[in-house]
């Protein structure tokens, strides 16, 4: 049965991490408008940062991030000194209004970076934003980067929560994505971070990588769950060779079937799930007492760039290169060249060159998307009540897609729109029906498994 729907619904898709999608952002929402937006904010918000460290000492080949090898560290000196110039002309918008809730180091590799510079970055946001007493504070963790000096300034900055990817242990498909890293390198980074107080480590692993199989993937699954991370998830590899230009290093010959990669998906999700891990939202999974996992239950999971998130900050400021920022107006992304980064920040200026400023008919299928993602469902009454008219508006467009779908992939109980449980793999692909930018796009997607 599963299959006959995998047919039906496995096409390529948006992955959701918000709405509208980036391929529709565009040059109308500048830099003007972000700084408006970031005076907008008002006393007592809560926001999210995330700043972006756009260099790797080795390039994955499977890697879609905005990220660039160097073996110098004089570039990336360069950029920080660039990243702290932006920092201190958004602190200057925002500070005595604002108060930071979250902060995500993502990349590339943030720990690339020295451990001096990790703390003195970390240091320059401690004073320049109003932080939280009980501010989050994550970071993914290149663990080839790691040694004891990193790891201790880890501690120094008041990481809560490490991320490292791992994809898959077997040495013949870390071979072919040059990403070589064994469980033990693996399990000395883990240790080292717990032993240094950070409460939550999660663990990344991917599927439908090139020579993987369902064996190897079984084999990765079971010795990352000997590591007992709080959370874990599973990807699905994206092949954009059109988008990231490396990835043409990976001979297409060398990947798992459509057919392969799903079940490769169910049996390493089984596999979690039968340890006691809660599935959350399309790909993550986390212990019963995560933070994520009681979002979850409590319904108030929400989506972004990085993923699933328990973060309900309606305000996330992105910092770096190709960074993206979310507000109650609309979403704006930073210039993606380093380079033209470092021009437009100097002297105070802002780094935002596209984006999108919401209509209403975005902010209501924004949510539904958002809900389906999320908990594969949403009320039609919450519908309604949050967005009036316009939320009646999509009701009626709702109805006619559960009736009219073959697949009857989402059903209406006379309350509720719920997604089946057969289906719940394929949401990528029920959500796109509520996409009024997608069928009009030109924008070129990953397979929705």
């Not at 071979?175 to 409460?199: C, H, M, P, W, Y």
């Not at 079937?257 to 596999?271: G, V, W």
């Not at 989402?410 to 069928?439: C, H, M, N, Q, W």
Request: charged share 20%; with cysteine.
């Amino acid at each position: 049965m599963q299959s006959e729907i995998a047919v039906k619904l496995s096409e390529n898709v948006p992955r959701y991490t918000s709405y509208p999608t980036a391929p529709h952002f565009h040059s109308g929402v500048d830099a003007a408008i972000y700084r408006g937006w970031l005076e907008a904010l008002e006393s007592g918000d809560e926001i999210s940062l995330y700043l972006h460290i756009p260099y790797c000492d080795k390039l994955c080949w499977f890697c879609a991030c905005h990220t660039k090898q160097t073996h110098q560290y004089e570039p990336v000196a360069a950029y920080l000194r660039s990243l702290n110039a932006e920092i201190v002309t958004i602190a200057g918008l925002v500070s005595g209004k604002a108060h930071v809730r979250a902060i995500h180091f993502g990349g590339g590799s943030p720990t690339m970076l020295r451990p001096d510079d990790m703390v003195a970055l970390g240091a320059a946001l401690r004073d320049s934003f109003d932080l939280l007493p009980d501010a989050t504070v994550s970071i993914e963790i290149g663990t080839n980067d790691m040694d004891k000096a990193r790891l201790d300034a880890l501690a120094q900055i008041g990481v809560t929560r490490a991320s490292l990817g791992v994809q898959d242990f077997d040495p013949q498909v870390q071979k072919a994505i040059n990403r070589e890293q064994s469980f033990l390198q693996t399990k000395a980074v883990v240790d080292g971070v717990r032993s240094r107080g950070v409460e939550s480590v999660n663990l990344d692993l991917l599927y439908g990588l090139p020579n993987q199989t369902r064996e190897t993937i079984c084999s990765t699954v079971a010795q990352a769950l000997t590591l007992e991370p709080d959370r874990m998830a599973l990807f699905g590899y994206a092949h954009v060779p059109w988008f990231k230009k490396h990835q043409t290093m990976i001979d297409e010959a060398w990947l798992p079937s459509p057919t392969e990669r799903f079940a490769q998906s169910q049996l390493a999700a089984r596999a979690i799930v039968a340890k006691g891990y809660e599935a959350i939202g399309l790909d993550h999974f986390a212990k019963p007492d995560d933070a994520l996992a009681i979002a979850a239950r409590a319904g108030v999971l929400h989506r972004n760039f990085q993923g699933y998130t328990e973060d309900r900050c309606p305000t996330l400021i992105g910092l770096g290169p190709s960074s993206i920022g979310r507000f109650r107006q609309g979403y704006v992304q930073n210039m993606a060249s380093t380079a033209g980064y470092g021009r437009m920040v100097a002297d105070g200026g802002l780094a935002a060159v596209r984006g999108v400023a919401l209509s209403d008919d975005d902010r209501v299928r924004g949510w539904i998307i958002e809900r389906l993602m999320c908990d594969f469902a949403f009320s039609a009454v919450d519908l309604v009540e949050r967005f009036g008219k316009a939320g009646e508006k999509l009701l009626h467009r709702s109805r006619s897609i559960a009736l009219h779908d073959p697949a009857r992939a989402l059903e209406f109980d006379g309350d509720s729109f719920v997604v089946r449980a057969e289906s719940r793999p394929f949401v990528r692909t029920i959500a796109a029906k509520f996409d009024t930018y997608f069928k009009g796009g030109t924008a070129r997607h990953s397979v929705a498994v």
